[in-house]
């Protein structure tokens, strides 16, 4: 009796396991690179807590290929091969046809967790109608703006409401500061890194000190002399400054900028995503402002310096063990060179580099 006990004990176990993987979650994140990033502490708590298998991510494809395999998504979607403007017409012109794909879109997840539409529309009314002509879904619009942030890390919101909207209790103590990388670039992926280092002709026997003087928008970005004195500053020290532009940064520097920037140091730029993760991680220590490759570097557990002025850094700061938050809210952080903000942060780059 007791070893047929232990047998029937031994299939409930892995009956459980067999309907978790069968349970599948989906996030619905049209956002930027930080915000996609920003996501993933809630999706691992939806895998923790609402007894979910898989978890996928429906947003830009560019700013999430390089999740599965290195995060807790396992699979992406692209958000422009789905027809998601049908679900903002009015509910009352709602239709859906035999084999409509949106209901395809939708079908085999018990899960939706959306940052697109809003909750009590008619988006969210439409949503629900679609995924319900599979199989019973449980659907999560968040707000776009939360009541109060008090002061809290977005992440805290974000798991906050889904506790609130799905009669879970909301853990105690969240603390989003991550102990633990968000991301984990994989050896491939440092291998790769390593030769891209390599052929910006980076000696990568002294420590490799990443530089991004880009941003979401020039407001928001420590003025370009700023890390053109770093990189001067930094040769003298034993580490070696390599820069980092994407098209955005391309198109703001003038040309000259652009020749500044080379004569101090080696220059990458048309990298994809992928690409700048692997640079990454391959790196000592990063310097950037608040902008979606600033929250990568974190969450890959690179030595991450980031640069705010006008935006709210408790709200919005990457996520990493390695994090240090460097704030000037004074006007003169856009417009013009700081010494000695550039001081504390070459003094902590010393203590990185060392």
């Known amino acids: 009796m007791q070893h047929q006990a232990g047998i029937l004990d031994l299939l409930k ?33 939806i895998i923790n807590h609402l007894d979910i298998g898989a978890i996928d991510m429906l947003g830009r494809a560019d700013y999430i290929s390089y999740f599965p395999g290195r995060t807790c998504i396992d699979t992406i979607r692209a958000i422009d091969c789905i027809d998601m403007h049908r679900l903002f017409c009015p509910q009352a012109d709602f239709q859906l046809t035999d084999r409509d794909p949106l209901i395809d879109a939708f079908a085999g997840y018990s ?28 659907i999560i619009i968040l707000p776009l703006k939360f009541s109060s942030l008090e002061q809290d890390h977005i992440t805290s919101h974000y798991i906050r409401y889904l506790c609130e909207n799905c009669s879970l209790q909301t853990p105690a103590g969240y603390d989003p500061s991550q102990s633990q990388p968000l991301i984990r670039p994989t050896s491939s992926d440092k291998q790769a890194g390593a030769t891209l280092i390599r052929q ?21 970005c420590w003025h370009l002399d700023n ?22 940064e391309l198109e703001w520097f003038s040309p000259q900028q652009i020749n500044d920037i080379s004569r101090v140091a080696p220059l ?57 938050l460097f704030e000037d809210k004074t006007p003169a952080f856009a417009s013009g060179p700081s010494g000695a903000l550039q001081q504390r942060i070459l003094q902590r780059l010393s203590g990185i580099c060392a």
């Open 13 to 45: 176990i892995q009956g459980a396991k067999a309907l978790k993987r069968s349970r599948r979650a989906v996030i619905i994140q049209p956002g930027a690179i930080g915000d996609c990033i920003l996501t993933l502490p809630l999706a691992q708590f």
């Open 227 to 248: 890390y053109i004195a770093l990189a001067e500053r930094l040769k003298p020290a034993s580490a070696r400054p390599l820069f980092l532009l994407g098209p955005a």
């Open 200 to 220: 910006a002709e980076i000696d990568d026997t002294a420590p490799v000190v990443i530089l991004c003087p880009g941003g979401g928008s020039p407001a928001k």
């Open 111 to 138: 899960w939706i967790v959306s940052f697109l539409g809003e909750p009590e529309t008619d988006f969210e009314q439409n949503l629900i109608f679609t995924a319900n002509c599979s199989q019973s879904v449980e």
């Open 268 to 324: 990458l730029t048309d990298l994809s995503l992928t690409e700048v993760l692997q640079v990454l991680s391959c790196a000592d220590a990063f310097v950037g402002n608040d902008s979606g490759i600033t929250h990568l570097a974190a969450a890959i557990g690179l030595d991450t310096l980031v640069l705010f002025g006008p935006t709210d850094s408790k709200t919005y700061r990457p996520l990493g063990p390695n994090v240090y």
